[in-house]
């Protein structure tokens, strides 16, 4: 398969191909509303008793064109602008909701949620995202989506028939499949067509309403009503409107058909089980109720969805998705095409009973995969991206009960966050929490002075994956207590007077992946910026890395990392009084806008600072990983701090 940024590259490619497809058919659009408006002029000439109408309008009115232009093109660049603009400020949340989806709590006891969050917060901690919120559709077929244009804000929502009807390994490839669209630009692709596609819609809106119109201009002295010129209007814009949704679902179809082979093919490669996203599949074709999703706003987030949400699994040739058996038959070369009925109720009861003997187990009984760790500079520029199941799992089980107990709670999960930003100092630790008191609220504060021995002894290793595993309860803040907490979040990092490389990736990771939920977000730039652009700051971000390892000759080491992008460098490791914390964040910054093709260099060349001593610590961890964050280049864990990789 084709790696991150090799993915990351494809999507723009189709982003391209997107914007291509709408300015083709909002020409087409612009030419059938010229259309509907000139034969409606032509028919209000007519019932106006101009029986020379022909001759007073022709075909071709050059500034009715220009007019009908204009105002077509305002209401479909404003609806766009419009829904667009209220995509990326409600991110995923916004497309969940939208489609009638329900936040599910964080410490829900409920076995069929309790096993999705679980698999989800499995999926993202061995991927090395942020771990989404989930929200649950009311709907009998099975079915899911992830929505969101970055890791930060993207959700993952399933229907009731998908928790009811799938077991754990069905379920987990349809997952594994929605977190692959999360990892490969999917979403944000399909969040830009969400939003350039609403436009379109509104052109058959506008003749909805024209039909539907009660008051307008009397046609006659003795009569009022809906003028024929306007009822004519009215309709041929609904089929101009009309045309438009054909080219919308056939827009959908050229950009999304191949990305969902894509994503079968990478949930297999993450849970290596094909039987388990194959078995999913089998189950949508033998459900009455199919993968069917029955809500008004369906139709136009149908090519967000795992199945077919028009049909019922039986995809026509301009749907969204491939047919459901060649999907199947791809996955499980000895499928022959049969689709035994299911008993909804009987299997919902057995699946229920699974879910409930899975949660008693003990979590240590769990099978665990063997993970692979990263011995090559080459080896972790391939992990990013991927799903290192075995690794997370074995982390999961080393977290004490208390504290995944504590993480799924959006009380007490702040506790934890302050936990994690105590000075080792006793003296500090004591302003720290001088101060802290006065600012936190009571009941958070007495979980800070229970909990705290606990962080206090956590391994190293472990501090992301529980910061991770946090980001669900912290998005169900309300708007005060976030304000708040990020205020308590700055006071702590600020007591010593000096910011550490632990409390700089916390801080960052942090409130990056909140932000999106409370505040207004700044659409990213889309700059493509190429070496030359980003070589400064790429020095520094490196620098930093060199002195953080145990280096015998760091100039060099320097040397050879940078040549992963520059080739040869003659510049000198910049001074380390030049590396500041803030120089290091306008530097992560900036590399962000650099074309994928460059960010998989500065990933390399920053892996091959990492391991060129053989050994890599947590602080080198920690730096790594804030890099491939702040570059959305997702990157899972790959080996226990001080065994090197």
Avoid at 415 to 433: C, H, K, N, P, S
Avoid at 525 to 544: S, T
Wanted: glycine residues 8%; aromatic residues 6%; contains cysteine.
């Amino acid at each position: 398969m084709v790696d991150f940024f090799g993915q990351q590259e494809q999507a723009r490619r189709q982003t391209s191909r997107l914007v291509m497809l709408f300015a083709v058919a909002v020409v087409l659009i612009v030419l059938a509303v010229y259309l509907a408006v000139t034969a409606g002029l032509f028919i209000a000439q007519f019932f106006q008793g101009q029986q020379q109408f022909f001759s007073v309008y022709t075909l071709w009115n050059p500034m009715l064109f220009v007019w009908v232009s204009g105002l077509t093109l305002l209401l479909i660049g404003g609806g766009s602008w419009y829904r667009l603009h209220s995509l990326k400020q409600g991110g995923g949340r916004a497309v969940a909701e939208l489609l009638g989806g329900t936040r599910i709590p964080s410490a829900t006891s409920d076995p069929l949620l309790r096993r999705l969050l679980n698999i989800i917060a499995e999926m993202a901690i061995a991927s090395g995202v942020p771990v989404p919120p989930a929200y649950l559709l009311e709907q009998s077929g099975i079915n899911a989506f992830a929505a969101g244009f970055a890791p930060g804000d993207s959700v993952i929502a399933v229907t009731r028939g998908a928790l009811d009807l799938l077991d754990r390994d069905q379920l987990q490839g349809v997952i594994a499949h929605e977190f692959s669209h999360i990892l490969n630009g999917d979403t944000r692709l399909k969040m830009r067509l969400m939003g350039l596609l609403f436009g379109v819609t509104l052109i058959s809106d506008a003749g909805i309403m024209l039909l539907s119109s009660r008051r307008t201009i009397a046609y006659s002295s003795r009569e009022r009503g809906t003028h024929p010129a306007v009822l004519a209007i009215g309709f041929l814009l609904f089929l101009a409107g009309t045309i438009g949704a054909v080219f919308a679902d056939l827009i959908k179809r050229a950009v999304s058909r191949q990305r969902e082979f894509l994503a079968d093919a990478a949930a297999v490669q993450f849970t290596r089980n094909p039987a388990g996203i194959a078995g999913a599949l089998k189950l949508i074709g033998g459900c009455q109720s199919g993968s069917r999703v029955v809500h008004p706003a369906a139709q136009q987030a149908s090519h967000f969805f795992f199945g077919d949400a028009m049909k019922n699994g039986q995809a026509q040739w301009w749907a969204t998705h491939p047919p459901l058996t060649e999907r199947i038959r791809r996955l499980d070369p000895t499928f022959r095409g049969v689709l035994p009925p299911v008993d909804a109720v009987e299997r919902s009861r057995v699946i229920r009973e699974l879910a409930v003997s899975e949660l008693a187990m003990p979590e240590q009984a769990m099978p665990v995969q063997p993970s692979q760790k990263a011995t090559t500079r080459s080896e972790a520029i391939a992990s990013v991206g991927q799903i290192e199941s075995g690794r997370a799992s074995g982390l999961l089980v080393r977290l004490p009960e208390r504290l995944r107990h504590f993480a799924r709670d959006p009380f007490t999960a702040r506790a934890i966050v302050y936990a994690m930003l105590l000075d080792e100092d006793t003296g500090l630790r004591r302003q720290q929490l001088d101060a802290l008191q006065v600012k936190a609220d009571a009941d958070v504060f007495s979980e800070l002075l229970d909990i705290q021995p606990l962080i206090a002894g956590l391994d190293p290793d472990l501090r992301i994956p529980l910061l991770e595993l946090l980001m669900p309860a912290l998005k169900e803040l309300s708007g005060m207590q976030y304000r708040i907490f990020r205020g308590n979040v700055k006071l702590l990092i600020k007591a010593n007077e000096q910011l550490s490389m632990r409390e700089y990736m916390l801080h960052r990771m942090l409130l990056r992946h909140l932000a999106p939920a409370f505040e207004a977000v700044q659409p990213a730039a889309n700059k493509q910026l190429g070496v030359e652009a980003v070589v400064a700051d790429l020095g520094v971000v490196v620098a930093m890395l060199v002195r953080l390892g145990r280096h015998v000759q760091p100039a060099k080491i320097y040397r050879q990392a940078m040549e992963q992008v520059a080739g040869a460098v003659e510049e000198p490791m910049p001074r380390a009084d030049l590396c500041t914390m803030a120089r290091l964040d306008a530097s992560l910054n900036h590399l962000r806008d650099a074309a994928p093709s460059i960010q998989q260099q500065v990933v390399a060349s920053c892996a091959a600072a990492v391991i060129a001593d053989g050994h890599v610590s947590v602080r080198e961890t920690e730096m790594l990983r804030a890099v491939c964050d702040a570059l959305e280049c997702p990157m899972p864990p790959l080996a226990e701090a001080g065994l090197g990789f």
